[in-house]
Nanobody
Framework: VQLQASGGGLVQPGGSLRLSCAAS????????AGWFRQVPGKEREFVAA????????RYHPSVERRFTISRDNAKNTIYLQMNNLKTEDTAVYYC?????????????????WGQGTQVTVSS
């Protein structure tokens, strides 16, 4: 499975971005997926995860009610809608997929990773 993340950019505080993660190589419709982020000098941090159907989701408390993870299995794509962005959301965002149906919050439980997309929140 190859994952291609896109949609990052520069946005002002309070703004919105939508990240996409397109999978290729095989369908990921039966796999859970997640988004993580990393700031230089810090460990990679869990952001959000979804189960295979999209019905079961998990969020880091700092993004709950601002971010929404979703998926379109017909398009083999995972999304992260980010609203009311804050400066502390600035990071490189990575999408990941695990070969199980249930979402997890620990990065080592994921099997495939995208290359990352930079999100910068600044005025």
């Amino acid at each position: 499975v190859q994952l291609q993340a896109s949609g990052g950019g520069l946005v002002q505080p309070g703004g919105s971005l939508r990240l996409s993660c397109a999978a290729s190589g095989r369908t990921i419709g039966s796999y859970a997926a997640g988004w993580f982020r990393q700031v230089p000098g810090k460990e990679r941090e869990f952001v959000a995860a979804t189960g295979w159907s999209g019905d079961e989701t998990r969020y880091h408390p700092s993004v709950e009610r601002r971010f929404t993870i979703s998926r379109d299995n017909a398009k083999n794509t995972i999304y992260l809608q980010m609203n009311n962005l804050k400066t502390e959301d600035t990071a490189v965002y990575y999408c990941a997929v695990r070969r199980f149906m249930t979402p997890r919050q620990i990065d080592r439980e994921y099997d495939y990773w995208g290359q990352g997309t930079q999100v910068t929140v600044s005025s």
